[in-house]
């Protein structure tokens, strides 16, 4: 990393920062990868886990480690005839929206168990109000998306700010520079899927840089659940 983030670390007195990979169940040793990354920095990190594409071998390495696991969807599947990709978007009514995430929470606590947390972030960080009237009706309690959305106000929500896989090292520096600038906590995007060794060195300068920061404090997606 270039020197911004750092100059903005050095300033700030103290920020949050938590870490978000999605799409697991799909690419698994990049996955696995990723979270010996993680554990090998000592950082927490929570898994957006895709409910059809999770097996029991993926499933039993995901139950022994550190990381933090919950609800990614159900297939990850683009049911919009138009406009940006979604899973749970305006094409989908509520009655399908409810039967996909019930169906997707029973199989991710068949073969999680009770390392699985009651969040829920939707495929490409996009769903509707209806999204979230069911998600309370099935007792989730936290909801993940991209900061800029208008939060829906039915249940507590945990925004996250980059994605690491998709921003230039020079983008990152400063995008990451200005989410400290104006606090935290700051959650940060990864999609280990599109990661080449590349992408995965830069990532563990990273978090070699968060993990030893005086200023930074990592704290997983359930620390930080209201």
């Known amino acids: 990393m270039s020197g911004e983030l750092s100059q903005a670390l050095d300033a700030t007195e103290g920020v949050e920062v938590f870490f978000r990979d999605d799409d697991a169940g799909w690419e698994d040793a990049r996955l696995l990868e990723l979270v010996g990354r993680f554990a090998e920095h000592g950082l927490p990190v929570d898994l957006a886990v895709i409910p059809a594409e999770l097996d029991e071998p993926l499933a039993q390495r995901l139950r022994e480690s550190h990381a933090g696991l919950h609800q990614h969807g159900y297939a990850h599947t683009n049911h919009q005839l138009e406009g940006r990709k979604c899973e749970f978007g305006p094409a989908r009514d509520r009655a399908a929206q409810h039967a996909d995430i019930e169906r997707g929470q029973a199989r991710l606590q068949a073969l999680l168990g009770d390392r699985l947390d009651p969040f829920f972030t939707p495929p490409w960080n996009r769903c509707t109000r209806d999204t979230a009237e069911v998600l309370v009706e099935l007792d989730f309690v936290l909801l993940s998306r991209e900061h800029k959305a208008e939060p829906f106000g039915r249940l507590p929500e945990l925004p996250v700010h980059l994605d690491v896989a998709r921003l230039s090292p020079d983008q990152l520096d400063e995008r990451f520079a200005a989410q400290v600038r104006e606090g ?43």
């Not at 968060?210 to 659940?225: E, F, G, I, Q």
């Open 184 to 226: 935290g906590p700051v959650g940060v995007m990864f999609h280990h899927g599109v990661m080449e060794p590349d992408d995965m060195a830069r990532a563990s300068e990273l978090l070699e840089l968060l993990a030893n920061h005086p200023h930074v404090t990592a704290r997983s997606m359930r620390d930080l659940c209201p």
